[in-house]
Nanobody
Framework: QVQLVESGGGLVQPGGSLRLSCAAS????????MGWYRQAPGKQRELVAS???????NYADSVKGRFTIAGDNAKNTVTLQMNSLKPEDTAVYYC??????????WGQGTQVTVSS
């Protein structure tokens, strides 16, 4: 049974920080990459950041310099440190895992709200 357990969402004021975590278990084949996507109301789901098992990272332009993704291959975990948060970062954030065959797995999502 594949499980992606996310944690760390919440309400934060503009300029604040949050740290999201995701732990994956039960994935049948080795993981190739992990990442975070987000979906705001009325918008499509978009990539926030991803990291491969070789530590190659990719960030959306809107979060570069503010967010940092990190992975632990041994524990199958990925974290997203979010600094200098803006109201436009408000969304449901989803953890994604991709195995070596390209199969994608998704977490249930965690709400991030940036508001004063």
């Amino acid at each position: 049974q594949v499980q992606l357990v996310e944690s760390g969402g919440g309400l934060v004021q503009p300029g604040g920080s949050l740290r999201l975590s995701c732990a994956a278990s039960g994935i049948r084949f080795p993981i190739n990459a992990m990442g975070w996507y987000r979906q705001a109301p009325g918008k499509q789901r978009e990539l926030v950041a991803s990291i491969t098992t070789s530590a190659r990272t990719n960030y959306a332009d809107s979060v570069k310099g503010r967010f940092t993704i990190a992975g632990d291959n041994a524990k199958n975990t990925v974290t997203l440190q979010m600094n200098s948060l803006k109201p436009e970062d408000t969304a449901v954030y989803y953890c994604q895992v991709v195995n070596i065959w390209g199969r994608q797995y998704w977490g249930q999502g965690t709400q991030v709200t940036v508001s004063s």
